[in-house]
Every structure is written in structure tokens, then in C-alpha cells.
């Protein structure tokens, strides 16, 4: 037996909250998975998240679904606990622990990873700069549309479904001091797309699915649709709608994610084959046809959206019979209902908000000293 045949795979742990799953926490599982055979993702429970971070937007079993709907993860360990120890390790038969190049910190204020480190069991991935679950809640509080990549349309409107006289404050820079983290902006490349992108092709035969929107803050209900929606074919498409047309549609602040971060929380699912960046809002015959020949057109079953001049966004695919509508579990978990659970806790949020600004500059300060020591054993 050669030895490439009999090499032990290599298993690698990443764990982590992984709230409002975003491409930032897709992108280091993916650095992670390149670094062995094998992830396995450990994901802590609500409760150990509050009483080390504070709260977490997302539950618990939506967070737990999200990492597993993640291309680059083997499996997921539920309630992993949040300071990693040698006994979890051993349990999962783990070479050693990825994270990123930045350090976490316990309740207590100790290095979450101290113990694997000392045990040589642990490597660094580079961190996404510009995208944190902390950035992401800053950009709900502030209603801010700076992150927008702009273009013709300029539209001020409200929230849709979102009670304005509840965030009016946010808006109008009556947050405490300190309050919030700076909103930063997430500068995407070609070479980003392309790690993230399957590089798929369909194949001869297969029924190529199409499916279009926002999907704003991934979620578990884009998810659940995504897999209904791939199992009607073999090959699914995703049109991803630029950020002037989700905005002049739904209004406010919306989209919350840009087009490129959007783009790129779609490419990560792994029921998505493809996505055709700035899709317009209604079918054409150009999207059914040009990309890949479109078999089907799927749509939430909830959902009746109209688009700007008042018309069926998917009158063509209708006319031509290749129309279906699903349905799934999560069909009442939208973005608009994400916002409202920090809307109507957001006294909750800007002190989670204020805490993770204290408890960031304290790690940086931390990793500063940790840098210093490994500048000082190479002299």
C-alpha cells in the first residue's frame, strides 16, 4: 500500500459562535479545511455565549444550521465548549485547532486557545478584515447605508415591516459614546469570488434551477430555501440583486450586506452551484438563457414581491410554465425579522455593542504582547 493511501487523514477543530454566519466566519473555515481532510466545527450554545460574550442575535439551532450548511465543513459539534481543552480534542481525534490571527478571550479574561497553543496543537489562519457579527449589528443600529456599493438610484424610504419610531434614535446619533464599533468596509477581490466559487459547470442533462433576491444577512430561511429549491434539479443558480435595487425595492438601510459580501454569503452554501452578480430584479429571457439554459425558476411561497414599475418580477418564467413556488421550515426567519429581534432587545445590543468595543481593545492589546514576546525569541 502506497503511502499516500495509508496517511492517517489529518482532522482540524475550528470553534466559535458563528453569529449571523457570515462570509468573514465561511472564509477562515474554508483556510481551515485547506489545512487538513477533515473539519470539524464546534459551535457553543446561547448559554455559553452570553455568559462569555453576551448575547447572540441568532438562536442557537439556526447558528448550529448554519455552520453545517457550509461547503468546507465535514461536521458540527453542538454546544463545544468555549474555552477549547485538550479532552474535546481528543474525543473528536483532532490534529490541532485553526483559528484566526487575532486573539479570543473567556469571561475571565484568559486566551480561550492558551491551552492548545502550549500543547502545540494550534495554527493561525488570516482573519477577514472589514466583516464581524459585531460590524454587522453596528450597521442595524446605526441604519447606516455607507456599506452600499453605489450606483444611479438613490432612494430614502423607510424600513420595510420595521417600526421606524422604535429606531428613530439609532439614526439621529443618540447612541451612548462608545457605544458601537467603527462601521468598516469590506473591500472584496476577484481572487476572493473565485476561492469561494465551486468552479462547477452543469453537466449534460441536468436541470439547471434558478432562484433570485437579496439573501441579506445569510440565513437559516435562505438555507432551507436553496436546499428545497436544489432539490427540484441538478444545478442551482442564484441571482443576487445589486444593492440600488434592493434598496429602491425595500427601502431604509436595506440591503445590510452589500452586494459583494452578499455574493459571497450565497457562494459558500453548498446547495449553490453559481450566482450571476447584479441580477436584475425581473426574470428576462437574458438570465434564462445566457448564463445557462434555465430548466426551472423557483420562489419563496410566501413571497409576492412586484418589482419598481409595478410588475410581476416573474411573469416571463409563468408564461413559459418553468415557474414553482416551495415552501420550508423557515419561512417566517427573514432579514426584516432579524432586525426586529435587535430593534426590540436593542438596549441589550448597545451594551453587548459597548462590551465587545472594551473586550476587543483588551485582545488587541494581548495580541500585541504576544507578538512582542515572538519578536523577542527570534533575536
Partial sequence: MSSSTSRKPVRVWVDGCFDMMHFGHANALRQARAMGDYLVVGVHSDVEVEKNKGPCVMKEDERYA????????????????????????????????????????????????????????????????????????????????????????????????????????????????????GIAHYLSTSKKIIQFSSGAEPKPGDRVVYVDGAFDLFHTGHIEFFKRARELGDYLLVGVHDDQTVNAIKGGNFPVMNLQERVLGALQCRYVDEVIIGAPYSVTKDVLEDVYHVDVV??????????????????????????????????????????????????????????????????????????????????
Avoid at 483532532?94 to 486566551?111: E, L, N, P, R, Y
Wanted: proline share 3%.
Fill in 66 to 181: 448554519a455552520v453545517a450548511a457550509c461547503k468546507w465543513v465535514d461536521e458540527v459539534v453542538k454546544d463545544a465548549p468555549y474555552v477549547t481543552t485538550l479532552e474535546i480534542l481528543d474525543e473528536y481525534d483532532i490534529d490541532f485547532v485553526v483559528h484566526g490571527d487575532d486573539i479570543t478571550t473567556a469571561a475571565d479574561g484568559s486566551d480561550c486557545y492558551q491551552i492548545v497553543k502550549d500543547a502545540g496543537r494550534y495554527q493561525e489562519c488570516k482573519r477577514t478584515v472589514g466583516i464581524s457579527t459585531t460590524e454587522l449589528v453596528g450597521r442595524m443600529l446605526l441604519l447606516t447605508r455607507d456599506h452600499h456599493i453605489r450606483g444611479s438610484r438613490s432612494v430614502k424610504s423607510s424600513i420595510q415591516g420595521v417600526d421606524e419610531a422604535a429606531i428613530a434614535n439609532f439614526s439621529q446619533g443618540s447612541l451612548p459614546a462608545g457605544a458601537l464599533t
Fill in 298 to 379: 423557483v420562489h419563496g411561497a410566501s413571497d409576492r414581491p412586484v418589482d419598481i414599475d409595478g410588475r410581476d418580477p416573474y411573469e416571463l418564467p409563468k408564461q413559459l410554465g418553468i415557474y414553482r413556488e416551495v415552501e420550508h421550515p423557515c419561512l417566517g426567519l427573514t432579514t426584516t425579522a432579524i432586525i426586529e429581534r435587535i430593534i426590540a432587545n436593542r438596549h441589550v445590543y448597545i451594551e453587548r455593542q459597548a462590551r465587545k468595543a472594551k473586550k476587543a481593545l483588551a485582545e488587541a492589546e494581548a495580541e500585541q504582547r504576544e507578538k512582542e514576546v515572538k519578536a523577542a525569541c527570534h533575536l
